[in-house]
């Protein structure tokens, strides 16, 4: 909407568009431009939202829902993570493998995509082991993502990490 159609909608509605209008007093230019400046921020916001919206289908993990690390865990390691995680550990999060932040081209990859459950997922972004939460270096997150993910699909999204786009 220009600034022309929004001033247009206040003189139709007296109101301005993703809000109301309260004042006493008609606003001055410099007050139409100021809430025409926040009303075109807030779309913004508005229309990037929408698109991560419409992508977030694609960057769902192929296979059942459930979270990856229990599958692979012994029952000694589980008991460690149930007491360290609580309820946390029954919500399940897409967790990225290379972060999408860092890595925006690879953001709506499912093959960068998996099942995490959440107190999991905070301790691998968080460089921390994901069943004792204890801290970890990068070659140690590293290790926990190539085991969960096997090597060959690690080294492939490797590769894409590289890549510039």
Same mark, same amino acid.
């Given at each position: 909407m220009?600034?022309?159609?929004f001033?247009a909608f206040?003189?139709?509605?007296g109101?301005?568009p993703?809000?109301?209008? %309260? !004042?006493?007093r008609?606003?001055?230019d410099?007050e139409?431009?100021t809430?025409y400046e ?5 779309e913004a916001r508005?229309?990037?939202?929408q $698109?991560e919206?419409e992508h977030?289908e694609?960057? %769902?993990? %192929?296979?059942?829902r459930r979270?990856?690390?229990?599958v692979?865990l &012994?029952?000694? $390691? ?8 609580g309820?946390l =550990?029954y %919500?399940l ?5 290379? !972060?999408k932040?860092s ?5 709506y990859?499912s093959?960068?995509v998996?099942? =995490?459950n959440?107190w #999991?997922?905070?301790c691998? $972004?968080?460089?921390?082991n994901p069943v004792t !939460?204890?801290?970890l &270096?990068?070659e140690d997150?590293? #290790?926990?993502?190539?085991l ?6 690690? $080294?492939? =999204?490797l590769?894409?990490?590289?890549q510039k786009?």
């Open positions: 220009s600034f022309d159609e001033v206040f003189r139709k509605y109101r301005f993703r809000g109301n209008f %309260t !004042g006493k008609l606003p001055n410099r139409l431009k809430r926040r009303y075109a921020r807030a508005s229309a990037t939202y $698109d919206k977030q694609e960057a %769902t993990p %192929t296979g059942p979270c990856l690390l229990l692979l &012994d029952d000694e $390691d589980e008991k460690i993570l149930r007491e360290n995680a309820q =550990l %919500t999060d897409r967790a990225h493998i290379f !972060g932040n890595y925006p081209h690879m953001r990859l093959e960068n998996v099942w =995490l959440r #999991s997922h905070r691998m $972004d968080s460089q921390q !939460g204890k801290s &270096d990068k997150i590293e #290790s926990w993502w190539r969960l993910v096997g090597d060959e699909r690690y $080294d492939g =999204l590769e894409l990490s590289r786009h």
